[in-house]
């Protein structure tokens, strides 16, 4: 599967602690439609199987989305243009849960993307990288989802190209909105196809969690790589001393906030039927 990333990851001045995810079904969920899927949705980080062009708008997490199912999958496409949601998605994914209404325990939930955290070499530049370079770095460090609460599946990381059928790809627009792209069999979330029963499900974006430590750590392992110590090309743009589309990088003693409210909301549907 082909994940294209057509932006950059730069962390904005703001600083985020996230706070233990708590009890399912926490807030009041809007009900929707779901789209049946004429063909199973090519899951690659574009929206051209999306004759609504995500038309649903959510305005705590300034999201643009919109789900459907075929009797195989639930898809759900998402759309970020905002610089502030950027930041919190590249730095811990979006996650992604559902579960019958009824069914009050935790529900199976994907997060994605997760980047590759391990430190790699150093790298000793004399500009700012090009936007292409910066993408194709950002790309190389995706390479995988992250799964938990299947009963099938032991929780934690497993491949972009997993045999379980769980897929999800990301990719920038012309508009430079980050769009999302995530489908789950509908055998793996436990809900038979055709069912009537109403489903809940909630979208919620990871920002910076852990200690100060964590949270530095997680700052200081890019900073180098994205070509955080370069501002002035492209507008300001990628540069950390600049609040650029995609905001600035922190500086490494940043003060962290020992609390946040994360950006989350929940939806309500059936199963979309042929």
Do not use: H
């Not at 001045?13 to 949705?41: C, D, H, Y």
């Amino acid at each position: 599967m082909m994940i294209k990333i057509n932006s950059i990851f730069i962390l904005c001045i703001s600083t985020f602690l996230a706070m233990p995810v708590q009890g399912w079904s926490q807030k009041k969920a809007e009900l929707i439609n779901t789209r049946w899927a004429e063909k199973p949705v090519q899951v690659d980080g574009f929206i051209n199987d999306w004759k609504d062009s995500l038309d649903l708008y959510n305005e705590e997490t300034k999201l643009y989305y919109s789900l459907s199912n075929d009797n195989e999958n639930i898809y759900l496409a998402i759309k970020n243009n905002s610089q502030e949601g950027l930041t919190k998605i590249l730095a811990r994914g979006i996650s992604f849960s559902a579960n019958y209404e009824s069914n009050k325990k935790t529900p199976p939930t994907v997060t994605f993307p997760i980047l590759d955290r391990t430190p790699g070499k150093k790298v000793i530049e004399t500009e700012q990288p090009e936007p292409k370079e910066i993408q194709k770095r950002i790309i190389s460090k995706i390479k995988e989802i992250k799964v938990e609460g299947f009963k099938e599946l032991v929780d934690g990381g497993i491949s972009l190209y997993n045999t379980y059928g769980i897929k999800a790809a990301t990719a920038f627009d012309e508009k430079n909105n980050m769009i999302q792209e995530i489908a789950i069999p509908l055998r793996l979330l436990g809900i038979e196809p055709g069912s009537t029963e109403l489903i809940t499900y909630r979208i919620r974006i990871n920002g910076f969690q852990g200690p100060a430590a964590i949270q530095q750590r997680d700052m200081n392992d890019y900073e180098d790589m994205y070509g955080g110590s370069y501002g002035g090309r492209y507008n300001g743009r990628y540069g950390r001393n600049y609040n650029g589309m995609y905001g600035g990088m922190p500086r490494r003693n940043f003060f962290y906030s020992k609390t946040i409210i994360i950006p989350e909301f929940f939806i309500k549907s059936t199963l979309a039927v042929k």
